[in-house]
């Protein structure tokens, strides 16, 4: 069965995106970069991949299929990138949106998430953000949260849905010279 994880950059505080959903305050740090560019290249927007020195045909490592919920998808198509993740499977969950270059989800995020689980393939990256998160935490399986030495506040947190304990497992914390930590969890049995 396919993994669903969530790879996402976070404040100390866990807020991934600032109250109106801006997340261009996250620094991108070289050494970080390098690193999760390294392992997980599919994460790269498309439009990007060959700037930092990715091929067209890089092999996708961990992920063939990208979700994201429409707030997380609606910054790059006001950049007009109509499919920011062309080589992956790119299913966005909107009960707006309509005609786009990518796979519309309209309801029951958790049923579709439980049938993609089941198709062969690589993971599944849920890149944001934090209500379909909570919508689609009973599957998450690995959590990788690049973490920046930022307190913001206030903003759009990891997961915001009503109080629902989940335990899951530190598997890792790689903390790196810029200040960052890329923490890993896998979901406890």
């Given at each position: 069965?396919?993994?669903?994880?969530?790879y996402?950059?976070?404040?100390?505080d866990g807020?991934?995106?600032d109250?109106?959903?801006?997340?261009?305050?996250?620094?991108i740090?070289?050494d970080v970069?390098?690193?999760m560019?390294?392992?997980r290249p599919?994460?790269?927007?498309t439009?990007f991949?060959?700037?930092?020195?990715?091929?067209?045909?890089?092999?996708n490592?961990?992920?063939?299929t990208?979700?994201?919920g429409r707030h997380?998808?609606?910054p790059?198509l006001?950049a007009?990138?109509?499919s920011?993740?062309?080589?992956?499977?790119q299913?966005v969950?909107?009960?707006t949106?309509s005609?786009?270059?990518?796979?519309?989800?309209?309801?029951?995020?958790?049923?579709?998430v439980r049938a993609l689980?089941?198709?062969?393939g690589l993971?599944?990256?849920?890149?944001g953000?934090?209500?379909?998160?909570?919508?689609?935490?009973p599957?998450i399986d690995?959590?990788v949260i690049?973490q920046?030495?930022?307190v913001?506040g206030?903003?759009i947190?990891?997961?915001?849905s009503?109080?629902?304990?989940?335990?899951?497992?530190?598997?890792?914390?790689?903390?790196f010279?810029?200040?960052?930590?890329?923490l890993t969890?896998t979901?406890?049995l």
């Amino acid at each position: 069965m396919r993994k669903l994880t969530y790879y996402v950059a976070a404040s100390i505080d866990g807020f991934i995106a600032d109250p109106a959903g801006r997340f261009d305050f996250f620094p991108i740090e070289p050494d970080v970069m390098a690193a999760m560019n390294a392992e997980r290249p599919e994460a790269v927007p498309t439009a990007f991949r060959s700037a930092i020195g990715l091929a067209d045909d890089t092999l996708n490592r961990s992920y063939d299929t990208v979700l994201m919920g429409r707030h997380s998808y609606e910054p790059g198509l006001a950049a007009g990138m109509t499919s920011p993740y062309a080589h992956l499977r790119q299913i966005v969950f909107s009960t707006t949106l309509s005609s786009t270059d990518v796979e519309i989800v309209k309801s029951d995020p958790l049923g579709a998430v439980r049938a993609l689980k089941r198709e062969p393939g690589l993971g599944i990256w849920l890149c944001g953000g934090g209500t379909l998160a909570s919508q689609l935490l009973p599957e998450i399986d690995e959590l990788v949260i690049k973490q920046y030495p930022l307190v913001l506040g206030a903003g759009i947190p990891l997961f915001s849905s009503a109080f629902e304990p989940s335990q899951f497992n530190l598997d890792s914390a790689r903390p790196f010279d810029s200040g960052a930590v890329v923490l890993t969890y896998t979901r406890s049995l």
